[in-house]
């Protein structure tokens, strides 16, 4: 009873028809037509239950990626996974670590079965190898690293990620959570495949909900040790990621222009945001995924509520994230250009406001 319960971006304005939803890092440009095509054809097998082992998709996957099909594991969302894994291999008495202003998914995970969550430190809103390791004891069972992290937009390069592995006690298990890979193209930026393929004790997991625009359909994978897809098997329920779902979720891996499309529109106006967030004199944290977070006073009439309640007013909806420790500060997904447009128009309206102007 100790958990408050995860609370969703706003998604409505009472009293505004169109609103612009910038506070779940959903896929700007939607999915594929290929993916809306499958899912729609699925609808004819309604009656019948979906193949328990997603084989179809897992096999696609697996071409994909160049993977051993048997240690890939799908589930109703990468949430899915990461609390199965928690469930399994944490309980009491256990600790469960993850960075500073780490995806909430992980310490409520942890709490729900039993484990103590404990916070590594970062430095400037990054995670660090240091502070993981210094947050480690001899009860840690999982270390989460969130890369890139929502919702600072930080990442660790893969020396790094391989420098925590090196560091970390063989029975705790290293999981890299990479729901944004497809977005990075850092030249030392890695999602975990090839640690994965090199150790017992180190999963990578990944989602259909951001680049792959399929949040609806909550749809998750991940790539480990034969051993933990074995126990992950043993927990999870029996047809836990739906027909529809598996069917859009292949579709949408093999329509690769898509995926370019998508992953070239974020290319465009994330920085097009962070230049107009110089410009306007609003700090941010420079980011490598969907979104931007953007730093507001700590109160006053530029605060970051302030911030938010006028956005809405005009429709705009970003996520407020004081529950990850950042009060002052409002994550804002990149959408279509003219949501963009409209975010500093609007940002630059409200700066006017609050100065007096």
Same mark, same amino acid.
């Given at each position: ?17 169109? @609103?612009? +939803? ?18 729609? *054809?699925? #609808?004819?097998? $309604? ?21 051993? @099909? ?26 469960? @670590?993850?960075? *500073? ?27 660090? !190898? ?5 947050? @480690?004891? *001899? ?27 090196? #560091? ?33 004790? !180190? ?6 909900? +951001? ?12 790539? &480990? ?9 043993? !927990?999870? #329920? ?10 859009? #979720? ?26 107009? &967030? ?8 420079? /980011? ?54 409209? !975010?500093?128009?609007? $940002?630059? *309206?409200?700066? /006017? ?5």
């Amino acid at each position: 009873m100790d958990i408050s319960p995860y609370v969703g971006g706003d998604a409505s304005v009472e009293g505004l028809a169109r @609103v612009m +939803k910038l506070s779940a890092n959903e896929g700007a440009t939607g999915p594929s037509p290929k993916a809306i095509a499958a899912y729609t *054809e699925a #609808g004819a097998n $309604l009656h019948r239950y979906p193949d328990g082992g997603a084989a179809e998709l897992r096999a696609g996957l697996a071409e994909m990626y160049g993977l051993d @099909v048997n240690r890939l594991i799908c589930g109703n969302g990468s949430d899915e996974i990461i609390s199965h894994l928690i469930h399994a291999y944490a309980g009491q008495g256990d600790e469960v @670590v993850y960075s *500073e202003h780490g995806f909430l998914m992980y310490p409520l995970g942890a709490m729900a079965s039993g484990a103590t969550p404990v916070k590594a430190r970062e430095d400037n809103f990054t995670a660090t !190898v240091d502070g993981f390791l210094a947050a @480690v004891t *001899e009860r840690t069972k999982i270390v989460f690293v969130a890369n890139p992290n929502n919702p600072t937009g930080t990442y660790l390069p893969q020396a790094e990620l391989v420098r925590l592995r090196a #560091g970390l006690p063989d029975d705790v298990l290293l999981v890299i959570d990479s729901a944004y890979a497809e977005f990075v193209s850092r030249n030392d930026y890695a999602p975990g495949i090839e640690m994965v393929s090199a150790h017992d004790n !180190v999963v990578m997991t990944r989602t259909f909900s +951001k680049i792959y625009g399929l949040a609806a359909l909550r749809l998750g994978w991940a790539y &480990c040790p034969a051993e933990v897809a074995g126990v992950f098997h043993r !927990v999870r #329920g029996p047809f836990n990621v739906n027909t529809a779902a598996q069917a859009a #979720g292949l579709a949408a891996l093999r329509d690769v222009q898509h995926t370019d499309e998508a992953r070239a529109h974020n290319d465009r106006w994330l920085p097009w945001l962070q230049d107009e &967030c110089t410009r306007l004199g609003l700090n941010y944290i420079p /980011s490598v995924g969907n979104f931007l977070t953007i730093q507001f006073e700590a109160d006053g009439p530029r605060s970051a509520d302030a911030a938010q309640e006028f956005l809405r007013t005009k429709g705009i909806l970003p996520r407020g994230i004081a529950g990850y420790g950042m009060p002052d500060y409002l994550r804002f997904t990149i959408g279509l250009e003219d949501e963009n447009r409209s !975010v500093v128009a609007a $940002l630059e *309206e409200f700066l /006017s406001a609050a100065n007096g102007g």
